[in-house]
């Protein structure tokens, strides 16, 4: 008598796995198709700086953005920003978020990202849409910029670019090296061959600075004529008064690094719908603050008054005194009613320690 076997079982990982193999080899044929020429590519009647990923989020790139546009600004460049605008209200048809001195729209038709961006560049305009052809001509008609700083436009192939600056994050630069949906490469690794220089984000000095080391020498095989570069995020805070709305675009007083600890004495709850809430949560320790809890949110996620009531029951519950945040969720709560508790904001800026000339001697040299 034969005993059955049962046929095995296809594991998710296995599913996600085939899938993620067919996407690959979508995401390779598409670039042969512009690096061919079979596929059009437009072409600017600009510089354009594009800064970009091949994983999904969580790199930096927003903060990337504002300092390369700084940078520019600061060497002598007319700067503008050409965003998609993901999650707003025009990013199908695109628009003018700021010219640089106003703001045209709020956070949700222009994104929570380039709402940020318009908000922290003075002096810079801000444009979004998805076709970015479309919004950096408009750009150029309507502020005539000599260079336009593409945010997120790694895989945006359709327009031409003359530096393309990607992004990796310092300990995992790859995630667990599976595309889509198996892992959160947005396309091979291979790829890394279009760009003009590399940036290892999130770099850390002391104690963990060995992942770092290991992922440069990783980067630096695989790409051994392009530049590679560390940077460092620098975290920075402000707070919102309790019972007070305050506009985002107001906000302009930071704590100073001794501020800060004079405000760690109270216990904080946390919260954040960003790609990587780990990362903000390791944040706030960094910064010493003693936090009773933190709830995580997808990123980009448009709070709800039953999200606020379930934060604020959460912090009450476990004994905080005040909340604290990212100021990438603070774009997205700034025009809801006022909070019943003080609300710390950590924000980031881009830091290339001693190394920061010789970027912007990169970057001037490529234009």
Same mark, same amino acid.
């Given at each position: 008598m034969y005993s059955r076997i049962n046929p095995p079982v296809l594991s998710l990982a296995s599913l996600l796995y085939g899938i993620s193999i067919l996407y690959g080899a979508g995401q390779k044929l598409r670039a042969a198709g512009y690096q061919h020429k079979i596929l059009p590519s437009q072409k600017l009647p600009c510089k354009v700086v594009s800064v970009g990923n091949i994983t999904v989020g969580g790199t930096g790139k927003t903060p990337m953005t504002i300092y390369v546009a700084e940078a520019l600004k600061?060497?002598?460049?007319?700067?503008a920003i050409v965003s998609r605008g993901y999650g707003g209200g025009a990013e199908r048809q695109g628009g003018i978020v700021s010219d640089g001195r106003t703001l045209y729209m709020e956070s949700e038709r222009a994104g929570d990202e380039p709402y940020m961006i318009a908000c922290r560049l003075k002096g810079v305009p801000v444009v979004v849409g998805t076709n970015r052809f479309t919004a950096g001509m408009r750009a150029v008609s309507e502020f005539q910029p000599n260079v336009i700083v593409l945010d997120d436009a790694f895989q945006h192939l359709k327009l031409k670019r003359d530096i393309d600056l990607i992004l990796l994050d310092y300990l995992h630069p790859f995630g667990n090296a599976h595309l889509l949906p198996r892992g959160i490469l947005r396309e091979p690794i291979s790829s890394l061959a279009r760009c003009s220089a590399a940036i290892l984000t999130r770099c850390r000095t002391g104690g963990k600075?060995?992942?770092?080391?290991?992922?440069?020498? +990783?980067? /630096?095989?695989?790409?051994?004529?392009?530049? +590679?570069? /560390?940077?460092?995020?620098?975290?920075?805070?402000y707070m919102v008064k309790s019972g007070i709305q305050t506009p985002f675009e107001t906000i302009s007083d930071f704590f100073a690094k001794d501020e800060i600890s004079e405000i760690r004495n109270h216990e904080v709850f946390g919260f954040s719908g960003i790609a990587r809430n780990d990362e903000f949560q390791n944040t706030v320790r960094d910064l010493q603050f003693s936090a009773t809890g933190f709830l995580d949110f997808s990123d980009h996620h448009h709070y709800t008054a039953k999200d606020l009531a379930a934060i604020l029951g959460s912090a009450r519950n476990t004994g905080a005194h005040r909340l604290i945040t990212t100021e990438k969720d603070h774009v997205r709560l700034a025009h809801k009613s006022s909070f019943p508790?003080?609300?710390?904001?950590?924000?980031?800026?881009?830091?290339?320690e001693d190394k920061e000339q010789d970027f912007i001697s990169f970057i001037q040299d490529h234009l």
């Amino acid at each position: 008598m034969y005993s059955r076997i049962n046929p095995p079982v296809l594991s998710l990982a296995s599913l996600l796995y085939g899938i993620s193999i067919l996407y690959g080899a979508g995401q390779k044929l598409r670039a042969a198709g512009y690096q061919h020429k079979i596929l059009p590519s437009q072409k600017l009647p600009c510089k354009v700086v594009s800064v970009g990923n091949i994983t999904v989020g969580g790199t930096g790139k927003t903060p990337m953005t504002i300092y390369v546009a700084e940078a520019l600004k600061r060497i002598g460049y007319k700067v503008a920003i050409v965003s998609r605008g993901y999650g707003g209200g025009a990013e199908r048809q695109g628009g003018i978020v700021s010219d640089g001195r106003t703001l045209y729209m709020e956070s949700e038709r222009a994104g929570d990202e380039p709402y940020m961006i318009a908000c922290r560049l003075k002096g810079v305009p801000v444009v979004v849409g998805t076709n970015r052809f479309t919004a950096g001509m408009r750009a150029v008609s309507e502020f005539q910029p000599n260079v336009i700083v593409l945010d997120d436009a790694f895989q945006h192939l359709k327009l031409k670019r003359d530096i393309d600056l990607i992004l990796l994050d310092y300990l995992h630069p790859f995630g667990n090296a599976h595309l889509l949906p198996r892992g959160i490469l947005r396309e091979p690794i291979s790829s890394l061959a279009r760009c003009s220089a590399a940036i290892l984000t999130r770099c850390r000095t002391g104690g963990k600075a060995e992942g770092a080391h290991a992922s440069m020498a +990783l980067i /630096k095989k695989l790409l051994p004529a392009r530049p +590679l570069f /560390k940077s460092y995020h620098v975290p920075y805070c402000y707070m919102v008064k309790s019972g007070i709305q305050t506009p985002f675009e107001t906000i302009s007083d930071f704590f100073a690094k001794d501020e800060i600890s004079e405000i760690r004495n109270h216990e904080v709850f946390g919260f954040s719908g960003i790609a990587r809430n780990d990362e903000f949560q390791n944040t706030v320790r960094d910064l010493q603050f003693s936090a009773t809890g933190f709830l995580d949110f997808s990123d980009h996620h448009h709070y709800t008054a039953k999200d606020l009531a379930a934060i604020l029951g959460s912090a009450r519950n476990t004994g905080a005194h005040r909340l604290i945040t990212t100021e990438k969720d603070h774009v997205r709560l700034a025009h809801k009613s006022s909070f019943p508790m003080e609300l710390i904001v950590v924000g980031v800026k881009i830091s290339f320690e001693d190394k920061e000339q010789d970027f912007i001697s990169f970057i001037q040299d490529h234009l």
